[in-house]
């Protein structure tokens, strides 16, 4: 119950329904307020306690002050927890554990539970392994579910053993996309009350639902654990970025063009921490799937959070999505009475402000690495002839006949150029070179979520059908939907014909390719790629394309809409510049341009408005969390607590709570530190967690091999989050990661100083070697440490190979929190200073002083950090907010949780 200093609670009368609500009104200045600080400020209002939350709080929030850096603490109580499994199978484990824990320490098993409804959608399991046919999805699903049988039965007792907490089985969508398709409710109801639905996410997509007014964000798999059982999330008021849209987006722009866009502003601008939201007339020009697809990609502007207000356009498409009539007006009622209901033409109090005419969007790609790195299309070709030159040998660029002579690279106007023939199964040969597009892929919610690019994309393959054009031989192509209502609405149109013919068959409703679930390539294309070396391609219609996140054959990554996701399926290389070089001929061999298979604007409307209804969602969603036969057939333990089975190599009890008592011990300062790894800028959480294939020779594919597992089977470090044993062998081994203690490595490599000379070495084995000799480690790292998805293996792995401190220039939100939930002291360089300016090399010695003062409640400001070597500094504490320093004594979030219930 509320304390209700301020009077607010009242009711609402919606038709025949009554209830109770928080007024917003009853705090002064919070009509000024942007939309999402509003609902911030009902939180509060709902669940002041006297105590976490109180009127002070309340009244910080409504006297905000727009122009003043954060500093004010809340707790902030989401109404919901969403997950997919690759992070929710480690969230049931660890609620499974603690289970196990309680009863341990004497206390009732049950009361592990969440107490917030929890859903938790299957989507990252599916990989493209099968494609170009009619039955690939089939086979897909039946390997999905070989490969992971074990997470699967576990889940099910999941479903079982805890209250509030539901499953969506394979096979039905991206946990992002059935969100706002259905889980969404906007407007919240739950025991009489009315109040903004709210949330966060194992997923940083989870923002994505902030194109429908739901204010969410996402955080790593420790905070959401929290979140399940009851506690808030500390957080500080943040700045609110106001971007003002006006006009509307030309005919051929998309909604991907729209959001490159956005992204390559606010990342110039700077949005770290900050909530962005979206304001003025063009947002009524903005449909509903363009504001889904924006919110969607705020973790690539840095963003906590990218919302829109609610209007009319909401309550048009939770309609079209089978929300009911009384669900819908109450949305629309509440909105309306709380001041959430979208006024074009006003100008909340912002920190900051932005502004774009919707009119002056181009075409545009993004890549070779990051989200934010846009590219006009008709400049990519050029583009590509420059970046290349990042991805190619010294010897291939100069082009020197440094190889075979039947290899010799040349160099074609100053580009480098290396024509491999390819000889294809039933004997045909074709030629690749650097810039072949080998992944062309149709995936992600980002985009499939949007009607309006799903069917120009079907469109675009359905002129270069009658055209008589096909997708390259060499281009692996695959289409992923977020939901089974695209297939239906694709099916109902009559084009999944022209997408089957161009190659772009169904693999599968997962996210697939988007999060490096693309599946080999073919034999002789992957060995012609690494036999010479090939500096190959990969176009999706995804959110991140990081380095070795979508291939380990492909080096270069471009984000595009999914029309130009077939495109370049038909072009078959960046070098083709397919505003105006032909994609192929027709079958009077006359060249085919893009603009001549290119749908218009007034064909996708009608399209959509005639083959998309209410009627596919509610077919499609009438029993989501039933499962289809196979899923149903999965044989369940009972019971409230889990029965491990030793030999899983999926599942595996974790050493969170082992040892622990009652009392956390003092913190201790930090003495005799070797670095474990000293990394560079813009090192992201897909650097350091493990992620993709499970090659056989790293440490994590010798520990499967030891138990019994065959290669076939490794599967991915994804679908093994279960087991902590396979999960801190990959931790920091992505292929692409450069620590700079091994130069001249790539991959998951150190020195390790408990030998003669510190040799090379894996670093799961170094980090053996120094816990076995009670040595702790460091971090080191440059700008922005922890970029990118909210990977809560990122911080678990790191704290499990022995890791104390991080010391960095600067981090992302997400992964600085889940380092302190996991007991790992975040620490930043002085400003100004780095690794290099102080001479630092990752041989030293470190040692860290001043952090027992948090046993005495408070959080110091900086600690001293010394080496043997004669380098000083003060390191500035990233402890931000009390709560997390909470945590940190508690030796991280899930201790604490488990103290504070058992104290009650």
């Known amino acids: 119950m509320s304390a209700n200093s301020f009077d607010a609670r009242s009711t609402l009368q919606v038709g025949d329904e009554s209830y109770e609500i928080f007024r917003l009104d009853k705090v002064e200045g919070s009509a000024r307020l942007p939309y999402s600080l509003k609902v911030l400020l009902e939180n509060l209002l709902r669940t002041e306690d006297g105590a976490n939350i109180t009127a002070d709080h309340i009244r910080a929030l409504g006297g905000w002050d727009s122009q003043a850096q954060p500093s004010q603490e809340i707790q902030f109580t989401p109404a919901r927890v969403i997950m997919q499994d690759f992070t929710g199978v480690p969230c049931v484990v660890d609620l499974a554990t603690m289970r196990e824990a309680v009863k341990e320490l004497g206390g009732d098993p049950?009361?592990?539970?969440?107490?917030?409804?929890?859903?938790?959608?299957?989507?990252?399991?599916?990989?493209?392994?099968?494609?170009?046919?009619?039955?690939?999805?089939?086979?897909?699903?039946?390997?999905?579910?070989?490969?992971?049988?074990?997470?699967?039965?576990?889940?099910?007792?999941?479903?079982?053993?805890?209250?509030?907490?539901?499953?969506?089985?394979?096979?039905?969508?991206?946990?992002?996309?059935?969100?706002?398709?259905?889980?969404?409710?906007?407007?919240?109801?739950?025991?009489?009350?009315?109040?903004?639905?709210?949330?966060v996410g194992t997923d940083s997509h989870t923002t994505m639902v902030n194109g429908l007014g739901v204010l969410g964000w996402g955080v790593g798999g420790i905070e959401a654990e929290a979140a399940m059982l009851g506690q808030p999330v500390s957080m500080l008021i943040p700045r609110v970025v106001g971007f003002k849209l006006t006009g509307e987006l030309t005919p051929g722009t998309t909604a991907t063009d729209l959001v490159l866009t956005i992204t390559e502003m606010l990342r110039k601008h700077g949005v770290v921490g900050k909530f962005v939201e979206f304001y003025g007339e063009g947002v009524a020009a903005t449909s509903l799937a363009n504001r889904a697809t924006i919110g969607n990609m705020s973790p690539e502007f840095g963003s906590t959070a990218a919302i829109f207000p609610i209007d009319d356009e909401t309550l048009n498409y939770l309609r079209l999505t089978g929300r009911d009539a009384q669900q819908v007006a109450l949305v629309e009622a509440y909105a309306k009475e709380q001041g959430l209901w979208l006024d074009p033409a006003a100008e909340p109090d912002f920190s900051e402000k932005l502004e774009l005419d919707l009119s002056t969007v181009v075409p545009s790609i993004a890549g070779p690495k990051r989200p934010q790195d846009r590219i006009v299309l008709a400049e990519a070709a050029t583009q590509f002839e420059r970046d290349v030159l990042n991805y190619v040998s010294d010897a291939d660029e100069a082009g020197e006949e440094s190889f075979p002579a039947s290899d010799a690279p040349a160099a074609t106007n100053g580009v480098p150029s290396r024509p491999t023939t390819v000889t294809a199964p039933d004997g045909s040969t074709y030629e690749i070179d650097h810039g072949a597009v080998t992944v062309a892929a149709i995936t992600s919610c980002t985009n499939t979520s949007n009607p309006y690019v799903m069917v120009a994309a079907a469109l675009v393959a359905k002129k270069a059908v009658e055209k008589g054009l096909t997708r390259k031989p060499w281009v692996k192509t695959t289409l992923a939907p977020g939901s089974k209502v695209v297939t239906d609405y694709f099916d109902k149109a009559g084009l999944t014909p022209y997408l089957d013919k161009v190659g772009f068959n169904l693999v599968g409703y997962g996210c697939t390719t988007c999060i490096g679930n693309s599946g080999p390539l073919p034999e002789e294309v992957s060995k012609a790629v690494n036999d010479h070396d090939l500096a190959v391609t990969s176009v999706l219609s995804g959110n991140r394309n990081f380095e070795g996140r979508i291939n380990p054959d492909v080096k270069m990554n471009y984000l595009?809409?999914?029309?130009?996701?077939?495109?370049?399926?038909?072009?078959?290389?960046?070098?083709?510049?397919?505003?105006?070089?032909?994609?192929?001929?027709?079958?009077?061999?006359?060249?085919?341009?893009?603009?001549?298979?290119?749908?218009?604007?007034?064909?996708?409307?009608?399209?959509?408005?005639?083959?998309?209804?209410?009627?596919?969602?509610?077919?499609?969603?009438?029993?989501?969390?039933?499962?289809?036969?196979?899923?149903?057939?999965?044989?369940?333990?009972?019971?409230?607590?889990?029965?491990?089975?030793?030999?899983?190599?999926?599942?595996?009890?974790?050493?969170?709570?082992?040892?622990?008592?009652?009392?956390?011990?003092?913190?201790?300062?930090?003495?005799?530190?070797?670095?474990?790894?000293?990394?560079?800028?813009?090192?992201?959480?897909?650097?350091?967690?493990?992620?993709?294939?499970?090659?056989?020779?790293?440490?994590?594919?010798?520990?499967?091999?030891?138990?019994?597992?065959?290669?076939?089977?490794?599967?991915?470090?994804?679908?093994?989050?279960?087991?902590?044993?396979?999960?801190?062998?990959?931790?920091?081994?992505?292929?692409?990661?450069?620590?700079?203690?091994?130069?001249?490595?790539?991959?998951?490599?150190?020195?390790?100083?408990?030998?003669?000379?510190?040799?090379?070495?894996?670093?799961?084995?170094?980090?053996?070697?120094?816990?076995?000799?009670?040595?702790?480690?460091?971090?080191?790292?440059?700008?922005?440490?922890?970029?990118?998805?909210?990977?809560?293996?990122?911080?678990?792995?790191?704290?499990?190979?022995?890791?104390?401190?991080?010391?960095?220039?600067?981090?992302?939100?997400?992964?600085?929190?889940?380092?302190?939930?996991?007991?790992?002291?975040?620490?930043?360089?002085?400003?100004?200073?780095?690794?290099?300016?102080?001479?630092?090399?990752?041989?030293?010695?470190?040692?860290?002083?001043?952090?027992?003062?948090?046993?005495?409640?408070?959080?110091?400001?900086?600690?001293?950090?010394?080496?043997?070597?004669?380098?000083?500094?003060?390191?500035?504490?990233?402890?931000?907010?009390?709560?997390?320093?909470?945590?940190?004594?508690?030796?991280?979030?899930?201790?604490?949780?488990?103290?504070s219930l058992l104290r009650k």
Request: aromatic share 10%.
């Open 110 to 199: 049950a009361k592990i539970n969440p107490l917030a409804p929890a859903e938790l959608v299957i989507d990252h399991s599916v990989i493209a392994d099968k494609f170009g046919t009619k039955d690939a999805f089939g086979q897909n699903v039946e390997l999905e579910y070989g490969r992971n049988k074990e997470r699967y039965q576990f889940l099910r007792w999941g479903q079982t053993a805890f209250d509030e907490f539901k499953v969506v089985p394979p096979g039905t969508g991206i946990v992002h996309q059935v969100n706002i398709e259905h889980l969404a409710r906007t407007v919240m109801v739950r025991n009489g009350q009315a109040y903004p639905d709210t949330l």
């Open 560 to 899: 595009a809409s999914p029309p130009l996701v077939v495109a370049y399926a038909l072009a078959g290389s960046m070098k083709v510049d397919i505003t105006k070089d032909a994609l192929g001929t027709d079958q009077d061999g006359n060249p085919v341009f893009l603009k001549d298979i290119w749908p218009s604007e007034a064909e996708v409307n009608d399209v959509v408005a005639n083959a998309i209804g209410e009627d596919m969602f509610n077919k499609s969603y009438q029993d989501v969390f039933a499962g289809d036969a196979q899923w149903q057939a999965l044989s369940i333990p009972t019971g409230n607590t889990f029965e491990w089975d030793p030999q899983s190599t999926y599942v595996r009890k974790p050493p969170y709570f082992e040892g622990m008592a009652m009392e956390p011990s003092p913190v201790q300062d930090i003495a005799g530190a070797r670095v474990l790894a000293k990394l560079g800028d813009s090192v992201t959480t897909d650097h350091i967690s493990p992620a993709g294939a499970i090659k056989a020779d790293t440490p994590a594919g010798k520990y499967l091999t030891e138990h019994g597992v065959e290669r076939r089977d490794f599967n991915s470090y994804g679908s093994r989050r279960g087991n902590h044993e396979v999960m801190i062998r990959g931790t920091f081994a992505n292929i692409r990661l450069r620590n700079q203690i091994a130069p001249g490595t790539e991959g998951g490599f150190t020195r390790d100083f408990t030998q003669a000379d510190g040799p090379v070495s894996f670093i799961y084995d170094a980090s053996q070697n120094y816990q076995a000799a009670g040595t702790p480690l460091v971090i080191l790292a440059g700008k922005e440490y922890g970029s990118g998805s909210s990977r809560d293996w990122a911080a678990k792995g790191t704290a499990l190979l022995g890791v104390k401190a991080v010391i960095a220039e600067s981090y992302e939100r997400i992964h600085r929190s889940n380092l302190i939930g996991m007991g790992v002291l975040p620490l930043q360089f002085p400003e100004g200073q780095t690794a290099e300016t102080l001479g630092l090399t990752g041989e030293e010695t470190f040692a860290v002083s001043g952090v027992t003062a948090l046993n005495d409640g408070t959080t110091p400001r900086t600690v001293k950090v010394t080496t043997d070597s004669g380098v000083e500094f003060d390191a500035v504490v990233r402890i931000d907010t009390p709560g997390e320093a909470d945590y940190y004594r508690n030796g991280g979030i899930m201790q604490y949780v488990l103290r």
